[in-house]
């Protein structure tokens, strides 16, 4: 996903798969997202950031799913595999529920506030956001986080439920996941010595990335 950058210089999707982060071979987790979009059940929904459609492709049965990114490259084969799929935001349809997986660290603070005031515009009344990223405090995702030139910066869960609310959003759900601490011997180690000192008082640190499920609120309903 490339919504900070208007005219990027060379494709993330051609990139991402000379560094093994391709759709197709990375670890994308999508079990834990589909099984939030079924337990939603939106009779339209939008992966936003979509890449060539993976997810798309992996939730078909859950309602009708569209895709936007402004990867041309990932676009078009997306549009090759038959696949809802554009870059234009204007043609993006009214829809229930929006899904954004790893692309907010795409974006700077005033980007990621732009999009979300669009995401508030186009879902219905109600309508949910799932936003998936890194999370800051993990020494493990963050060992390779700027790796990916597009990276802007992290966001901590804590930070965008803040910038959420800002546009109209409440906090339905917070959850962590893909644990990548403790099975590491050293690591717990690490961990207990820091809990001792009151060093790492936050079990989510364990926690490489998080998920933020968000719900639409009418203007000035959402909490401060």
């Known amino acids: ?3 900070n950058t ?4 060379i494709s993330w999707y051609e990139e991402a798969s000379h560094r093994q982060q391709h759709e197709d071979v990375r670890e994308t987790g999508f079990s834990e997202v589909l099984a939030i979009l079924r337990e939603s059940q939106p009779q339209r929904w939008l992966d936003f950031g979509c890449s060539a ?4 492709q992996q939730g078909a049965g859950i309602g009708e799913p569209y895709g936007f990114d402004n990867d041309e490259v990932a676009v078009q084969v997306g549009r090759e595999r038959g696949l ?3 870059s ?3 043609e993006v349809p009214q829809v229930e529920f929006i899904t954004a997986l790893d692309v907010v660290e795409h974006l700077t603070v005033d980007a990621l506030i732009a999009w979300m005031k669009r995401w508030h515009e186009r879902l219905a009344e109600g309508g949910r956001a799932l936003v998936v990223t890194a999370n800051p405090a993990n020494p493990t995702a963050m060992s390779t986080f700027w790796d990916d030139w597009q990276h802007q910066r992290p966001y901590g869960p ?3 439920i803040g910038l959420a609310a800002t546009v109209g959003f409440e906090t339905e759900r917070l ?3 893909q644990q990548r601490t403790l099975n590491k011997p050293f690591f717990r180690l690490v ?3 820091l809990m001792a000192i009151g060093l790492w008082p936050d079990p989510g640190n364990d926690f490489a990335s998080y998920m933020l499920l968000l719900r639409k609120v009418a203007a000035g309903g959402a909490h401060d």
Do not use: H, Q
């Open 1 to 3: 996903m490339t919504a």
């Open 6 to 9: 208007p005219d990027p210089p």
């Open 53 to 56: 459609g993976a997810l798309i």
């Open 84 to 86: 809802r799929v554009t």
């Open 88 to 90: 234009n935001w204007d």
């Open 158 to 160: 804590n930070c965008l």
């Open 175 to 177: 959850m962590f996941r």
């Open 191 to 193: 961990r207990k010595a």
